[in-house]
């Protein structure tokens, strides 16, 4: 399964561990520290791998809910990706 994982930077070592966790079961997992590249247009990039996913994790934390979160933004985009998650 192709999983876009999405957390705030506060939480970073949790999500990396999760991360570990879901690539052992044998999932592909986007993470931002790793599939990103210096130079690309970030934005773009994002979408395309919520778009690719399977699934989203949202990691729900103040962090990550708090207003100007660039995890709303994610969340937003996942909301449009499966209008009706099943």
């Given at each position: 399964?192709?999983?876009?994982?999405?957390?705030?930077?506060?939480?970073?070592?949790?999500?990396?561990?999760?991360?570990?966790?879901l690539e052992a079961?044998?999932?592909?997992?986007?993470?931002?520290?790793?599939?990103?590249?210096?130079?690309?247009?970030?934005?773009?990039?994002?979408?395309?791998?919520?778009?690719?996913?399977?699934?989203?994790?949202?990691?729900?934390?103040?962090?990550?809910?708090?207003?100007?979160?660039?995890?709303?933004?994610?969340?937003?985009?996942?909301e449009q990706r499966?209008?009706?998650?099943?």
């Amino acid at each position: 399964m192709n999983i876009f994982l999405s957390y705030p930077s506060s939480c970073r070592p949790l999500a990396d561990r999760l991360r570990l966790a879901l690539e052992a079961e044998g999932h592909d997992v986007f993470f931002d520290r790793s599939d990103l590249h210096s130079g690309e247009y970030f934005h773009r990039t994002l979408r395309e791998a919520i778009d690719d996913a399977d699934a989203l994790v949202f990691l729900i934390t103040p962090a990550s809910v708090k207003r100007g979160s660039y995890c709303l933004t994610e969340l937003a985009q996942a909301e449009q990706r499966w209008r009706r998650p099943g």
